[in-house]
T-cell receptor, first 111, second 113 residues
């Protein structure tokens, strides 16, 4: 499966959009991009996933570049409760049904 | 609401004890997972089960075994607990296939003394 690269940490002002980047330059055509987050002392929580098209749900938007080599998770109006570690994961034929986590991005939303 | 429930939130056990961590999901999911999470090491997959009585080793299976006798229940067993198994343990489940998200339990913080 494609390896992902994320910045280790980011800050965002409360009420502003948080844009979390993920690089997956070796992604192949049938691999999905998933985002999870983990708030301190809780289990990870699914946010969103996509294959080729941009996706939006009640939590976030996922923008996947046309060449699929990178993606951005957008939290449109960040709140203090969005402070968490965000994980970008690529799932494909090698991992099959497994969910393999990298180190993620620690997002701090600042008042 | 979908649920993955871990039997204990906090657990303290003595070195050498046999420890059972239980996980139950109510979503009829085929797949279940056990992870451990340690500072600086992130979430690491211990074992994965894709069906009843079926299991596959993850990245760090040494010192652990698992049991899945029923579809909804996946147990992690520490045959002889050691202090280096002090950690946060997380259970998860999902349906089969790549286009399906995983649901996680709240975690069990195990301390081995």
């Amino acid at each position: 499966d494609a390896k992902t690269t994320q910045p280790p940490s980011m800050d965002c002002a409360e009420g502003r959009a948080a844009n979390l980047p993920c690089n997956h330059s070796t992604i192949s055509g049938n691999e999905y991009v998933y985002w999870y987050r983990q708030i301190h002392s809780q289990g990870p929580q699914y946010i969103i996933h996509g294959l080729k098209n941009n996706e939006t749900n009640e939590m976030a938007s996922l923008i996947i570049t046309e060449d699929r080599k990178s993606s951005t998770l957008i939290l449109p109006h960040a709140t203090l409760r969005d402070t968490a570690v965000y994980y970008c994961i690529v799932r494909g034929l090698v991992s099959e049904d497994k969910v393999i986590f990298g180190p993620g991005t620690s997002l701090s939303v600042i008042p | 609401d979908v649920k993955v429930t871990q039997s204990s939130r906090y657990l303290v056990k003595r070195t050498g004890e046999k420890v059972f961590l239980e996980c139950v999901q109510d979503m009829d999911h085929e797949n279940m997972f056990w992870y451990r999470q340690d500072p600086g090491l992130g979430l690491r997959l211990i074992y994965f089960s894709y069906d009843v009585k079926m299991k596959e080793k993850g990245d760090i299976p040494e010192g652990y075994s698992v049991s899945r006798e029923k579809k909804e229940r996946f147990s992690l067993i520490l045959e002889s607990a050691s202090t280096n198994q002090t950690s946060m343990y997380l259970c998860a489940s999902n349906r089969g296939g790549l286009n399906t998200e995983a649901f996680f339990g709240q975690g069990t913080r195990l301390t081995v003394v």
